[in-house]
């Protein structure tokens, strides 16, 4: 940028100004074309100074001394595009948590403003990169699930292709009886709609319908997908903006649960089984087509079962309770048996559960059934423990079902569920080498088929469910612009997978129109900046490719990156793993936070230890604004440096900050493991994996590897910090100060 003007600005308000000392902190600001105080700079008043000096100063680095960058968004809303804005947070950082007056009060506000005024000296505004897309979704699969993605799309104004494997649409939902009650008073089943939905799709011009068809390919970034698709052997390609996955569910292989008698006993069947038995009218048993007047439900059959399945599938407690009516209305006289382990009903389906109860032929125990011998008239003896009674007992039945319930359809044919446990679903295969042999995982392309170096499918869970931040971004997946939605992301039912499918079509559009303005989706959504490689210096070392948890950059053929920008979040994980320092953004480099450090005070003596902390945006700094709110008294010897994620810590940084005499360094990051928060996904565990080589860096320093420590935080965990911040304090003192202090 040209002729670079800052000013800086700083408000007195909210109890800042009687906390610190502000025309000492001026004094700071000396550099600074202009400087100016208000008491509330969030006022139309306030805001007006600033605009004034834009206007006729031709200020455009703007440096806001105030509250925390996360508040008033709206009324420092200048044109990213023209002008830099930083905010330098000395309200909840410094003055809600700080002594008023006291010295450590003022050095940490005159750092914290520092540091914001090397920032926005060395940042520039981000250089737009607009770009054409095509403004239509590829929808994978034509179940209930694919249809409302496809529909609500349509709606939308967009166009949807869908690619269904099968020779028909509606999935399983087309092969169900009935659908669960979801009105008072919940004891009438309601017929399918999946018929209508079906009818929808076929007749909306928007909606263009792929039968017998397989996807072979995905090539491109969100909002310029090539797709090559197989329909009837012949090749097809064709263009999207974004995927809906929507593969749906399949059920759990029936023939590894021998203790229940499946595949030995012809009247035992599975729950979606028993949906085509219902379909005929009568409910009759398999082996002679005898009515079946007594029917035993084995809730959880192969479910929470470490051998099988480990965790619960939710849909089928209502779909045995469903199945126990279909029993009842076939035959009044008739009895249906569940049992148990726990009956989970959630919402409005614990009405359903309640007219269950109140149905004088449902019978409901909780329990285990402890095995099963088949009569010589094909009637099945099963043996039960009755939990509430706390006795055994014995129930004759025609007719048995099992709930084996529901595996995403993304894990491959013959793969355990219990058995998953790589980043990619593959296998391993030996290959040999010059050097002798190696074992290798390599991925099994499933359905996406995606031409990424990652893989060809969607990263994913222990269980072979797509992997997303399951909490706050459910429809994301970690393939940008490629959204998995319904029981293919985790167990529900046709209503809730409908829900789904129209939120996951919503943020399929939401990303197609980012893109073409050139802006980030989740969690930076409408982050205007992209990383900038200087690859001349690249060193082929691939851990960008590797760490990257997006897939992001693929390689030429000598090694070198290989960007598709629009697959980027803007974490900043690639920058952190260069170990030449070639990736940077415009406003977020290795140079402009080495910078940041060196801008730190670090005193030259005194009996407290003096530490800088890395902290992330999406938990750690909330949580320090939160314990800022809450007026939670924090060390003043702390420094924090706010980085979009852990995962972007250049280790150079903390050889920065050791060698310019800090004591310790601390980051503050997201949980990470099975159960992460990181918005990131990979960001805190990537940080955690790299700081096993700072050792060697503190080795050369002569420091102990201890001064830097890494800690997990969630952002409702701010009443945590002082600990964790004095306990590190405490640590560091039984080391003694950094020897490069006053260096």
């Not at 308000?13 to 969030?42: D, M, P």
């Not at 893109?515 to 690249?538: I, N, W, Y």
């Amino acid at each position: 940028m040209a002729d670079n003007k800052m000013g800086v600005y700083i408000c007195t308000g909210c109890g800042i100004g009687e906390s610190i000392n502000v025309e000492e902190l001026q004094k700071t600001a000396r550099s600074a074309a202009s400087c100016k105080t208000h008491s509330f700079f969030c006022s139309d008043d306030g805001v007006q100074v600033i605009k004034d000096d834009i206007n006729n100063d031709g200020i455009n680095k703007i440096v806001i001394a105030a509250c925390s960058p996360r508040v008033n968004t709206d009324a420092f809303d200048f044109d990213p595009l023209l002008y830099y804005t930083e905010r330098a947070n000395i309200r909840e950082h410094v003055a809600w948590t700080q002594p008023a007056g006291a010295p450590g009060t003022q050095l940490l506000a005159v750092d914290n403003l520092s540091m914001g005024m090397v920032k926005a000296s060395k940042a520039e505004p981000p250089v737009p990169k607009t770009t054409e897309v095509h403004r239509s979704l590829l929808i994978i699969g034509g179940g209930v699930t694919g249809l409302t993605a496809a529909i609500e799309a349509a709606k939308a104004g967009y166009e949807a292709i869908i690619v269904e494997e099968s020779a028909e649409l509606g999935g399983f939902a087309k092969k169900s009886f009935k659908g669960f009650p979801v009105k008072e008073p919940f004891d009438k089943l309601p017929e399918q709609t999946i018929g209508a939905k079906i009818k929808a799709a076929e007749t909306d011009p928007k909606i263009k319908i792929m039968l017998g068809t397989k996807v072979t390919s995905i090539e491109g970034e969100p909002g310029m997908f090539d797709i090559f698709v197989d329909k009837s052997g012949q090749e097809e390609k064709f263009s999207v903006g974004a995927v809906v996955l929507a593969i749906g569910w399949k059920p759990y292989d029936a023939t590894q649960l021998t203790m229940y008698g499946y595949g030995r006993y012809k009247n035992v069947v599975t729950n979606v089984e028993m949906e085509t038995i219902a379909s005929k009218g009568k409910i009759t048993r398999p082996s002679d087509g005898k009515t079946a007047n007594s029917v035993l439900f084995v809730q959880c059959a192969g479910q929470r079962d470490e051998n099988n399945i480990p965790y619960c599938s939710t849909v089928c407690c209502n779909v045995s309770l469903k199945q126990a009516k279909y029993v009842r209305e076939s035959n009044p006289k008739s009895s249906a048996y569940i049992i148990y382990k726990d009956m989970r009903t959630m919402g409005l389906y614990e009405g359903f559960y309640k007219a269950a109860q109140d149905d004088e032929g449902i019978f409901l125990a909780k329990g285990e059934v402890k095995g099963l011998t088949e009569a010589a008239d094909g009637s099945i003896m099963v043996d039960v423990y009755n939990q509430l009674l706390s006795r055994d007992m014995q129930i004759k039945v025609d007719l048995v079902v099992l709930a084996t319930g529901m595996v995403s359809s993304m894990l491959p044919e013959g793969r355990a569920v219990n058995a998953v446990t790589e980043e990619y679903i593959g296998d391993l295969v030996t290959k040999q080498t010059q050097d002798g042999s190696s074992s290798e995982l390599v991925p099994i392309p499933i359905v996406l088929n995606l031409k990424y170096r990652q893989g060809p499918e969607l990263p994913h869970l222990k269980y072979g469910f797509p992997d997303s931040h399951f909490i706050c971004f459910p429809y994301e997946t970690r393939r940008t612009g490629i959204y998995a939605a319904g029981a293919v992301r985790h167990p529900m039912d046709a209503q809730q997978s409908s829900t789904d499918a129209t939120g996951a079509a919503l943020k399929a559009i939401q990303c197609i129109e980012l893109t073409a303005q050139g802006k980030a989706v989740h969690p930076r959504a409408g982050d205007m900046t992209f990383p900038e490689f200087r690859l001349e210096s690249c060193t082929q070392c691939r851990r960008c490719t590797v760490e990257c948890p997006f897939g992001v950059l693929d390689e030429d053929e000598k090694g070198t990156p290989r960007e598709h920008p629009y697959r980027c979040r803007r974490c900043g994980t690639c920058m952190g793993a260069c170990p030449q320092r070639i990736i940077s953004f415009k406003n977020y480099s290795v140079d402009i936070i080495s910078s940041m450090i060196k801008a730190v005070e670090v005193p030259s003596e005194g009996d407290e230890p003096f530490i800088l902390a890395f902290i992330c945006e999406n938990d750690a700094y909330p949580a320090l604004d939160m314990a800022g709110l809450n007026r939670i008294p924090l060390n003043p010897n702390f420094r924090f440096i706010p980085l979009r994620c852990l995962g972007g810590t250049n280790l150079v940084w903390i050889a920065d900050a050791l060698s310019k005499g800090v004591d310790g360094v601390m980051l503050i990051g997201c949980k990470y493991g099975d159960n992460y928060q990181c918005h990131f996904i990979k960001g805190s565990q990537v940080a955690s994996e790299r700081l096993g080589k700072v050792q060697e860096t503190l080795g050369r320093l002569m420091l102990e590897a201890e001064r830097v420590q890494q800690v997990q935080l969630s952002i409702d965990e701010w009443d945590l910090l002082p600990k964790l911040m004095n306990d590190f304090s405490e640590q560091l003192k039984g080391f003694g100060p950094n020897p490069y202090k006053g260096f």
